[in-house]
């Protein structure tokens, strides 16, 4: 599997885990969520020395069958000059729903995202949550009502500079 299929694989998890933590566990059935597209402009147009693109997750978010945390998502790939993907960061607004500054339900929420128990450390004055996946970083924050999730190469030679640039950027003050 090539490094952008593997981490276009994880560049979702986010999302997808959000889709299987809101359903309960009654077997009952709910209304799929509609999920809101972010602006394509949400980032800089570069970051850490690598072009930002916007990527096209309408497909992903309109065929949600199931329903979510979620009410609005974004993804953002990094890139080198000559087109080689470095690293995704996801970014996503929790609905009115979803108890988000609940710590168990965070726990639930970084229990399924990547393939290792997420460690926690800090970067400045964040929490951060660091797990891993095939070939693959993956760095997992809140702030208020958002949740970032950054996957990175485990070649990109600099992660902890992308990460603390992404969390400087404040984006959810943007947002609203």
Do not use: H
Not at 65 to 90: I, N, P, W
Not at 117 to 134: C, E, I, N
Request: glycine share 8%.
């Amino acid at each position: 599997m090539s490094i952008a299929r593997r981490l276009g694989a994880g560049l979702l998890s986010g999302l997808v885990a959000l889709t299987f933590a809101a359903c309960g566990g009654d077997g009952e059935t709910t209304a799929a969520t509609k999920i809101e597209v972010l602006p394509k402009d949400l980032l800089p147009a570069s970051m850490a020395g690598l072009r930002v693109q916007s990527e096209d997750i309408e497909g992903t978010v309109k065929g949600a069958k199931r329903r979510s945390y979620l009410d609005s998502a974004g993804l953002y790939s990094f890139r080198t000059d000559d087109d080689l993907l470095q690293a995704t960061l996801q970014v996503s607004r929790f609905d009115e729903e979803a108890r988000f500054k609940d710590r168990e339900f965070r726990q639930s929420v970084l229990l399924q995202i990547g393939s290792t128990v997420p460690r926690a450390f800090r970067m400045g004055d964040q929490t951060v949550y660091l797990s891993t996946g095939k070939s693959q970083n993956v760095v997992i924050w809140f702030k208020d009502e958002y949740l970032f999730v950054l996957s990175s190469r485990e070649e990109f030679g600099r992660p902890r500079t992308l990460l603390r640039e992404a969390i400087d950027l404040d984006l959810e003050k943007k947002l609203g």
